[in-house]
């Protein structure tokens, strides 16, 4: 079956923009999350979904950083204000729920780039 | 909290060659432990998971770890490498959040494979 999706695959915007990275979760996945990897670093968490509510949005930076996931499928995290250190790649992933023992179905990633 | 860390940012192997990548882990609850595999602008694969049970774990493509809990360590190995299993490899622990679990990655180990 189809794994997560995530759109664009790549983005390069100018500091101070705003950007929206989308993430289509494996069919029926109630739990969702992103995690943001700098080069040469593991993933890192910043928020998580259980359906429609953000159970855990503790590992986002600042406010410049949003997510949402207004049906309990797809989600966009959304970046406001795009500063250089926001480049990374942005990993989407999903399991079938949220126990301890699920394991998290990834996605490709988005690159993005700010210059 | 919990943490890993992954000892040897880089390691390197021959072809037919024993493949032994570490990781040691910190928890002050039982842990659950977890390998994925990057390939190159792709996204993370899981390997193998260690929850409760049966100490020694067997996974994908040839690939095993063993929980040791008097060493706190969870190490990767596969007795004959291949060619194909150059990539990142990142190791990671549960991690409770405020009403459920995310993943805390080590910074990865970047396997090279040489013939």
């Known amino acids: 079956g189809a794994g997560v999706s995530q759109t664009p695959s790549n983005k390069v915007t100018e500091k101070g923009k705003y950007v929206e990275l989308r993430c289509d979760p494996i069919s029926g996945h109630t739990a969702l999350y992103w995690y943001r990897q700098s080069l040469g670093q593991g993933p890192e968490f910043l928020i998580y979904f259980q359906g429609t509510g953000a159970a855990d949005d503790s590992g986002l930076p600042n406010d410049r950083f949003f997510a949402v996931r207004p049906e309990g499928s797809v989600s966009t995290l959304k970046i406001q204000r795009t500063e250089r250190g926001d480049s990374a790649v942005y990993l989407c992933?999903?399991?079938?729920?949220?126990?301890?023992?699920?394991?998290?179905?990834f996605g490709p990633g988005t690159r993005l780039l700010v210059l | 909290a919990q943490s890993v860390t992954q000892l040897g940012s880089h390691v390197s192997v021959s072809e037919g060659a024993l493949v032994l990548l570490r990781c040691n882990y910190s928890s002050s609850v039982p842990p659950y432990l977890f390998w994925y595999v990057q390939y190159p602008n792709q996204g993370l694969q899981l390997l193998l998971k260690?929850?409760?049970?049966?100490?020694l774990v067997k996974g994908i493509n040839g690939f095993e770890a063993e929980f040791k809990k008097s060493e706190t360590s969870f190490h990767l190995t596969k007795p004959s490498a291949h060619m194909s299993d150059a990539a990142e490899y990142f190791c990671?622990?549960?991690?409770?959040?405020?009403?459920?679990?995310?993943?805390?990655f080590g910074k990865g180990t970047s396997l090279l494979v040489t013939p």
């Open positions: 260690y929850t409760t049970g049966a100490t």
């Open positions: 992933a999903s399991s079938p729920d949220s126990g301890e023992g699920e394991t998290q179905y």
């Open positions: 990671a622990v549960r991690s409770k959040t405020n009403s459920g679990y995310a993943l805390n």
